[in-house]
Each structure stands twice: as structure tokens, then as C-alpha cells.
């Protein structure tokens, strides 16, 4: 019998909710560096490829072939920007969550085998190690309405809170800071669920919205969560 929302159901512009865990729970972030790592993959995945760019700068010269092989790396690279919108994500030691759009139905599944296999290979060499780091393949469940976009996000936003109440949520590795205006990340895109909070009213923002308890909740996205 395939796991929890192994079998997905991919329909183009929809919005899912994406997650997986390290295979037996075990950590998939171990420390500042591989939480960097993972990071920089997105940003280079979902931030636009100045395909132009790189190539005049392939051609100079004066730069070194350790610049160039970066380049040529870069070149290669799958890039999804206007196939993946990513609206939320937090990272855990063990998982990680995602909130996103796609434009075309199998985008999903082309980032998150690119994102997933290169950080394997990072994460292997680094430790000396050989097999699956994640608990099989990502899950992935399909948003069916406004209101569930809205407490998934605050689902992924409040995880940490899991581990410790005392943690500072913006803090975290996570999208938070950029809804409540303390960052600014232009491949993490916040406009469509902040325009259903207030700027001004301090009882209607995001913020107040994530960071207090709301009764029935987890019944509202029950069939969203990590099992």
C-alpha cells in the first residue's frame, strides 16, 4: 500500500502543500552549513537564470577556470523560476515543509527531484556516507480552498513552536521574517496570502493570525499535515 500522499494528484496552478522527513527520522540538517546549503539550492532554482549574462562572463578572459566551472555548473543547473512559486517554507532538523504553486502539472515533481538528489549528493559526501537520506519519496497534497492556503501557512510558520514555545518564530528557518517585514527574499513569494490580513489593524495581521491559538484548526488541514 503506497505511503500517505505518495500518489499525488498534480493539476497545473494549483497549490500544494510538500514535505518529507530524513529516512527513520533521522537528521537531514545538521548544522548551519547543510540549513545554507539546502537555501542556496532553492534560491538558484527559483531565482531567475541570466542565461546572457553567464555566457559573456564565460567568455572573459581574464576570469579563472575554477570561475568558469562554477559558471558552466550554473549553465546546467534546471531552473524553474515562472514553473514554482514557493509562499512558505520552514526547516526542520529531521523534515521540512513547502507551500507552493505550480504553473504546469508536473513542475512540482521536476524541482523537488532536482532539489532533493543534488542535496542527497551534498549531504553523502559530506558525511561519508552512501543510500536515501529522505523517508522515501516527498509528499504532496493538493489545497482545495483559500481558507486551507491560510492555515497551512501558519502550520508551517508556528512548526517550531513544536520543539520549543520559546523560540523566536522569525528567528527560525523559515519564511516568517518575510511575511512580518523583518527580510525581504524575492524567490519567497507573500503576496497572495498577506492580502487577506491588514497592514495597519494590529488584530488582523498575519502575524497575530499565526502566533495565536485557533480551536478547530488542525481538523480544518488534518488530511494536509506530516503524518
Known sequence: MPAKHSVKQYLANGHYHIYNRGVEKRKIFQDKQDYAVFLSYIKTYLQPKDID??????????INWQEKSQIIKILNLNNFHGEIQLLAYCLMSNH??????????????????????????????????????????YKAVLVDTDEQLLHLSRYIHINPKHISSRLNLEDCYSSYADYIGKRETDWIKTDLILSYFSKTNPKLTYSAFVEKSKTGENELIAKHILE
Do not use: C, W
Not at 53 to 62: M, V
Open 96 to 137: 521540512f515543509h513547502f507551500l507552493v504553486k505550480q504553473k504546469s502539472a508536473n513542475s512540482i515533481d521536476n524541482f523537488m527531484q532536482s532539489l532533493t538528489t543534488r542535496f542527497v549528493l551534498y549531504f553523502n559526501k559530506k558525511n561519508k556516507r552512501i543510500g536515501p537520506l529522505f523517508q522515501g519519496i
Open 53 to 62: 549574462s553567464l555566457r559573456n562572463k564565460l567568455g572573459n578572459p581574464e
